[in-house]
């Protein structure tokens, strides 16, 4: 089975600093993953995703995400945080011989002080 | 492109009621989710569809659940006989083939008294 673990329930960050989401996966296989971002009565927003490639995926808004197959996380950064950034992020995994379906971790909220 | 729509955005019904719950998917997306939400969790995977046919269905889909996807278009998610432990936050993504990221609708919160 595959699984998500996001350890933190809530990170907290001043504004200009740099922010980490922390997220560890497990599969059987090779990963597919993905990070979302969830906004006061919004729907999931895509941020990024890692398929294949380079370890250090760029997404949405100036998040990015480094890939680490030893350590099986998938780690979400960003240089300089936001207030704006402020919300609920989600990190999910598919396996890519296997399920087709996503598997998202409980969720991390960010606060992003001024 | 309008994204994917959901309605009714907010749902209450009484215990034993049925629902219906519609999606409306990004034009030309081939696959289409289902998932719930409860609080202080990530949505979890109900079911799915590519174009018409239903392919998998998660053990959280009781016999009381049923979804549909007539013609590839839209889809709908019917839930009969509700009990409390069915509120949630139900949602609806869609995709271009498997590997693509999914894209969320704003959700139908259900609440059932």
């Known amino acids: 089975a595959q699984s998500v673990a996001q350890p933190e329930d809530q990170v907290n960050v001043a504004e200009g600093n740099p922010l980490t989401v922390k997220c560890t996966y497990s599969?059987?296989?090779?990963?597919?993953l993905f990070w979302y971002v969830q906004y006061p009565n919004r729907g999931l927003q895509f941020l990024l995703k890692?398929?294949?490639?380079?370890?250090l995926v760029k997404g949405s808004y100036g998040f990015e995400a480094e890939f680490n197959k030893s350590q099986t996380s998938f780690h979400l950064k960003k240089p300089s945080a936001l207030v704006s950034d402020s919300a609920l992020y989600f990190c999910?995994?598919?396996?890519?011989?296997?399920?087709?379906?996503?598997?998202f971790g409980k969720g991390t909220m960010l606060l992003v002080s001024p | 492109d309008t994204g994917v729509s959901q309605n009714p955005r907010h749902k209450i019904t009484k215990r034993g009621q049925n629902v219906t719950f519609r999606c409306d998917p990004i034009?030309?997306?081939?696959?289409l989710y289902w998932y719930r939400q409860t609080l202080g969790q990530g949505p979890e995977f109900l079911t799915y569809?590519?174009?018409?046919?239903?392919?998998?269905k998660s053990r959280l889909l009781s016999d009381r659940f049923s979804a549909e996807r007539p013609k590839g278009s839209f889809s709908t998610l019917e839930i009969q006989r509700t009990e409390q432990g069915d509120s949630a936050m139900y949602l609806c993504?869609?995709?271009?083939?498997?590997?693509?990221?999914?894209?969320f609708g704003p959700g139908t919160r259900l609440t059932v008294t």
């Open positions: 993504a869609s995709s271009v083939g498997a590997v693509n990221e999914q894209y």
């Open positions: 599969v059987s296989g090779n990963p597919y």
């Open positions: 890692y398929i294949t490639g380079d370890n």
């Open positions: 999910a995994v598919r396996d890519i011989a296997g399920y087709s379906t996503l598997t």
């Open positions: 034009s030309e997306h081939n696959r």
């Open positions: 569809f590519q174009n018409e046919a239903q392919l998998e």
